[in-house]
């Protein structure tokens, strides 16, 4: 296994081609008994997720336990047993026995399967009473040869993070319909602050900003920035290949 690593670690370095990573498929769509196919008014849990199946042994085991982490709350619980729970806790709590319109929703799909980084996309759509429901996105990356977590600071170059905040804020304000002298404090928003939710695409670095960040209200929405790699080369650490 150790020799694999080292040899994959070569054609790495040396730009050759790299096998993505391999993955299946994996889904489970939970609704309580009785309630036949109906979706709204009925507590409904839906998961779908990869597994990683190729690759070394342990960063398979340090993916997939990041990956059962998220959909299940925790590494130790199957995804089955997290689904039914959430469906016994709706039962319990529906006022009067009445049908609960308790819902949660978790997604894993992946962004970027090849070397140097295997990146996923997270997002989670939950609603267990009140005015609306709640939703959020966020990113695993990882080493595909070792498993373990792919960090931005590791692969910028030294005092590149400033010009990255001023590359995404351009993009930012291009999602936002924002022009270049506009006041980010008269658009709803408090200004400007790259955050930790980044990913890495086929084609560009991705930040993503969930309700409430950047100051702003749950109205605002949420906003995805997409840097092109190309804008990013002279910040990326040489033998980071993107």
């Known amino acids: ?9 070569i054609m790495t370095n040396l730009g050759m081609a790299a096998e993505p990573v391999r993955v ?6 939970r609704k309580l008994p009785g309630c036949g196919d109906e979706k709204d008014g009925c507590a409904h849990v839906e998961f ?9 042994a342990a960063a398979r085991q340090r993916m ?6 998220f959909i299940a709350d925790s590494p130790k619980i199957t995804p089955e047993s997290s689904a039914q729970d959430f469906i016994a806790s709706a039962r319990k709590y529906s006022p009067l026995g009445l049908p609960s319109s308790w ?19 997270c997002s989670e759509y939950s609603y267990t009473g009140g005015v609306h429901g ?8 990882f080493d595909p040869l070792t498993g373990e977590p792919v960090k931005l600071a590791s692969i910028l170059k030294n005092g590149a993070t400033a010009r990255l905040n001023a590359i ?4 930012f304000r291009k999602a936002r319909n924002l022009t270049a002298t506009e006041k980010l404090e008269d658009a709803g928003f408090g200004g400007f602050e790259l955050n930790d939710n980044y990913g890495f695409s086929e084609k560009a670095l991705l ?17 995805l920035v997409e840097i092109p790699y190309a804008e990013l080369r002279n910040l990326i650490r040489p033998g980071f290949t993107l």
Not at 2 to 8: D, G, L, Y
Not at 24 to 29: A, E, G, N, P
Not at 48 to 56: D, Q
């Open 1 to 9: 296994m150790t020799r694999f690593i080292w040899i994959v670690a």
């Open 64 to 69: 997939n336990a990041a990956i059962a982490g």
């Open 103 to 121: 819902t949660l929703i978790r997604t894993v799909k992946v962004l970027r399967s090849l070397p140097p980084v295997f990146s996923l996309e």
């Open 48 to 56: 779908a997720w990869v597994e990683v199946v190729g690759g070394p």
């Open 24 to 29: 299946l498929s994996r889904h489970i769509d």
């Open 207 to 223: 930040f993503f900003f969930n309700d409430y960040e950047l100051g702003a209200s749950h109205g605002m929405g949420t906003t």
């Open 134 to 141: 709640m939703s959020g996105t966020h990113y695993l990356n």
């Open 168 to 171: 995404a804020e351009v993009h």
